[in-house]
């Protein structure tokens, strides 16, 4: 039989998530495996709430990691806090506010969107104005948005959602462990996030915080939650309170995965982990710029974590990442929806925000840009 783990070498990756993995973390998957109630394993999983809701910058009871990857923290969110006829505005300038406009329309929400153009932020102006046609049940945006580059104004919309009376809702699965997330100063309800990115570690996991108000709403709901696997008032019963009850088999191995990645951001420390980002974005931009190519997104917007470059026209994007990967083993990724075959999205997230991967990055690039 063929041995398939054979040929795998470790990739540079460089593209919109997953990225590179320390090796603290690989160490920390391969630990051995104990049972979901075990009293070291609530010690464990009480440590990662705590060192949570440091990245995320709250002081949520209700924050924990959800079995699944980004989008089941997204549906987490949607599905606890949304009923039947809710009013639900999402911010949408990107694949994944489209996103999350289908996911509360699948739960019979009334889904208005505010679409702003691709590669350009939310407006606070028109969000303003919006926001006048309201009462909204929930105003949802991207923090992060991936599939462009492009750094929305989480801050002053939350500033502006709060009196209000709507519920706020946070994607912030690009951001988290990679730039500041405040959700306590932006007044924000519920957040979610993945692990794959910033916080380097594998794909799998799904960090998400509900305020007090948020978790009010939860409790005051007149229909169940309307999915058993993602319904908080039954996973908070194994994830907090004195005495902890089965509801599914944690991925016990996943986690110690997320605890040595956590671990290493509280070392390292969350001031330097950003600065180390910020660098290595900078550095990327500088490099690019001497290659003569250009980034999609204006200054002031560009995520530090995620660069969307602009592909010239005379160069065939795909062969350019093909090469990058068959010859140089570095992973980059291409562009989406109207983007696709107009940008590549270079990703500096977590472990892989290193000068050295950088400088790697661009002579390669060099190379086969010839
Ligand atoms: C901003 C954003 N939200 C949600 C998701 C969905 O996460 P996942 O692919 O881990 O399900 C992604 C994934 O790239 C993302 O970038």
Known sequence: MADLFKPITETMLMGPGPSC????????????????????????????KALLRGVIGTRNDLTLPISGTGSAGMETCFVNLVEPGDRVLVLVNGVFGTRMADVAGRLRAEVDTLEFEWGTPVRVDAVREKLADGPYAIVAVVHAETSTGVCNPV????????????LYLVDTVTSLGGMPVAMDAWSCDALYSGTQKCLSCPPGLAPVSFSPKAVEKLKARGTKVPNWYLDLTLITSYWGGEKRSYHHTAPINMLYGLYAALQCIDREGLESVFRRHREAHEQLVAGLGQLGLEMLVEPAARLPMLNAVCVPDDVDEAAVRKSLLEEHDIEIGAGLGPLAGKIWRIGLMGHTARAENVARLIAAMKSVLG
């Open 155 to 166: 801050a002053e919309v939350g500033q502006l959602v709060a009196p209000t009376g709507a």
């Open 21 to 48: 993995v320390p090796a603290a973390v690989y160490e920390a998957l391969a630990r051995p495996t104990i049972g979901h109630l075990d009293p070291r394993f609530i010690a464990l999983m009480d440590e990662i």
